[in-house]
């Protein structure tokens, strides 16, 4: 089943910042609603449908934010799965709309976590984390992911300078995007001698947390040339290995064939890359699954085409240098994707960006994370 009748019309962001003051996860969503307004020009009574992830709303829930944003709705959802969340709430938005179960759904996702807010999330991420892993202490995810990147490097024979090169070149990408938070040039020297966290994981390598917010608008088909950007193709697997593998593969790498089939298109007709960046040991995993890499080895793709951006991947900035607003993090590559297909991404621009996939992963469980998604975008004509 396709998805035509339906376009993301609108995508924005409300700038990352450090700590900020006087700041909520209501007001993110607020700034992040009335954003969506102004960009797409419609007035707040024609949205009649809303999706929100976001790890610090409660008590409140999705249709609370609607009564506090004055909403008369007709669908309402709310998704909880981390990283993977943007493209489950663009997934059923998009059937909401085509099946007419709503005409224009704003899907919203914001977090302000303060640092006991942080220490809290870590260890009672679920029951597994609560029960088993917290007791430990474990460290939260950077010691899980340490384990993963270090069975990624001895089987794809990857050096720090590797992931250096990742963090690099999405730190290059900052550099030109006024709302990412991290944009002073980082060198492989600095890279290398940075903090160790959890080794080999250093500062550089795990996303630093900020608030923000992130939105976009998904409607029936308007019309307006060159403002919408459909969706080609979208694949999901969750918990596609029962957390018995060694977190090196995502369910991607078992639905790249049909989304790619689904989509008419081949991974070398991507202008854009954006995959969920938690450590770029899932960066690199994620390329691979989806197929970016064709049958280049990790280790010269990094050198050869993602050091050298030649493929354009998280042109943000990613989350390891705009910043991870936590759960804003599973909407910040879509936004970013169509941000740059609508050709409104300034100086960081990729020329004659048509075409984007974008993916998503979340979810740690106790030894990796259970979530992946993927969605091939294309610019409307």
Not at 96 to 104: E, I, M, R, Y
Not at 161 to 167: L, M, Q, S, T
Not at 235 to 253: C, F
Request: with cysteine; aromatic share 6%.
């Amino acid at each position: 089943m396709d998805f035509d009748g339906a376009v993301i019309a609108s995508a924005i962001e409300v700038p990352y910042r450090r700590k900020p003051s006087g700041v909520t996860t209501m007001s993110l969503l607020a700034d992040a609603f009335a954003a969506l307004l102004n960009d797409s020009g419609l007035p707040a009574e024609r949205i009649d449908g809303l999706a929100v992830s976001s790890f610090t709303l409660k008590p409140d829930h999705a249709i609370d934010i609607a009564w506090r944003l004055g909403l008369r709705l007709r669908w309402v959802m709310e998704d909880t799965n981390g990283g993977a969340s943007g493209i489950n709430m663009l997934q059923h938005a998009l059937r909401a709309v085509q099946c007419g179960d709503a005409t224009n759904v704003a899907i919203l996702a914001a977090d302000h976590l303060s640092e006991a807010a942080l220490l809290h999330l870590n260890d009672n991420y679920n029951a597994v984390v609560r029960d088993h892993l917290a007791p430990l202490p474990f460290g939260g995810p950077n010691g899980l992911f340490s384990f993963v990147t270090q069975a990624q490097m001895r089987r794809e024979r990857l050096e720090p300078v590797d992931y250096a090169r990742v963090c690099i070149a999405q730190r290059e990408w900052a550099a030109l995007n006024p709302n990412a938070v991290y944009r002073t040039p980082l060198s492989v020297k600095d890279y290398l001698n940075a903090q160790p966290v959890a080794p080999p994981l250093g500062r550089y390598d795990c996303v630093p947390v900020v608030s923000g917010a992130d939105g976009l608008l998904v409607s029936r088909e308007d019309g307006r040339r060159g403002r919408g950007v459909r969706v080609r193709a979208l694949h999901a697997l969750h918990n596609y290995d029962q957390q018995m593998g060694d977190g090196l593969e995502t369910g991607l790498l078992l639905v790249a064939d049909d989304l790619w089939r689904q989509a008419g298109l081949a991974p070398d007709d991507m202008d854009i890359a954006c995959v969920y960046d938690d450590y770029p040991v899932m960066v690199l995993a994620q390329l691979r699954d989806l197929g970016l890499m064709g049958g280049m080895s990790m280790k010269s793709f990094v050198a050869e085409r993602l050091s050298t951006r030649s493929l354009p991947v998280n042109t943000s900035g990613g989350q390891l240098s705009a910043g991870q607003a936590g759960a804003a993090g599973g909407l910040h590559g879509l936004v970013e994707a169509v941000t740059q297909l609508r050709g409104a991404a300034g100086a960081r621009q990729v020329a004659d960006a048509r075409r984007a996939v974008v993916s998503g992963y979340g979810m740690m469980e106790y030894r990796y994370c259970l979530c992946a998604n993927a969605v091939v975008l294309e610019r409307a004509p």
